[in-house]
């Protein structure tokens, strides 16, 4: 018997995938800190506040409360499509699902108990957002970054972000890597699979799976792989 068997099945399943995000998160910033590994916290796909709590949570919890955390969503919902790939019989480009606007993120921020200076909040979609960024830009270190993008174009413009601040040691978590269809597989698991052909200086080593339908990888430079 589980111990959330007494819930309706909704809640026990959002339970189960928090509670999958913790057990990763916990176990990522543990090795982030044991391994030395510098920098923030990124996720793109931010609507809601969960992924976030649960990431603040296990920072806190391992003993390194001073990483500071990035968020960015639309906080719109879904973009419109602009590739065959983006589209997933489990959601649909262009919906209004997951708006809300930016305020109501920083309300569950808050009713988590997230502070404001602990983590900055950047509201549009990631063509806008992202799109234009120099190398530069900050966050420009970063440890641990949750891509939960939905649509394939959305995950291209993400690693093009990515790849300046990529660096040996780091952990990319796909939260969608595992969501195929009846013709392809995901779009994140897609995009992942072509950014590291055209970077071979890369390796993408298979690390944590996250609850239902995530997969994380540690980012290793590939000429410290012995051969």
């Known amino acids: 018997m589980y111990l959330d068997d007494d819930l309706d099945p909704i809640t026990r399943a959002v339970h189960r995938i928090l509670q999958?995000?913790?057990?990763?998160?916990?176990?990522?910033?543990?090795?982030?800190?044991?391994n030395a590994i510098t920098g923030d916290y990124v996720e793109f796909g931010s609507w809601g506040g969960n992924t976030m709590n649960q990431a603040y949570k296990a920072m806190l919890l391992t003993g390194r409360g001073e990483r500071h955390m990035w968020a960015y969503d639309s906080f719109q919902g879904l973009p419109e499509a602009s590739d065959p790939r983006d589209y997933h019989p489990g959601w649909?480009?262009?919906?209004?699902v997951g708006g809300g606007g930016v305020e109501n993120f920083y309300a569950a921020c808050d009713r988590h108990g997230i502070p404001r200076d602990a983590y900055t909040a950047t509201?549009?979609?990631?063509e806008e957002s992202i799109g234009n960024a120099l190398p530069a830009d900050e966050p420009n270190d970063i440890a641990i970054c949750l891509i939960d993008c939905n649509l394939y174009t959305s995950a291209?413009?993400?690693m093009e972000f990515l790849e300046p601040r990529l660096k040996h040691g780091m952990i990319l978590a796909f939260d969608d890597y595992y969501c195929w269809s009846p013709d392809n597989v995901s779009g994140e698991q897609?995009?992942?699979?072509?950014?590291?052909?055209?970077h071979p200086e890369w390796t993408f080593d298979r690390y944590h799976s996250i609850a239902r339908a995530g997969q994380s990888f540690v980012v290793f430079d590939t000429s410290k792989i012995p051969r």
Do not use: C, H
């Open 20 to 34: 999958g995000y913790l057990e990763f998160f916990y176990d990522a910033w543990t090795n982030q800190n044991i």
């Open 92 to 96: 649909k480009p262009g919906s209004g």
């Open 123 to 126: 509201e549009g979609y990631f």
């Open 156 to 158: 291209v413009t993400v």
């Open 190 to 198: 897609s995009v992942l699979a072509e950014f590291a052909r055209d």
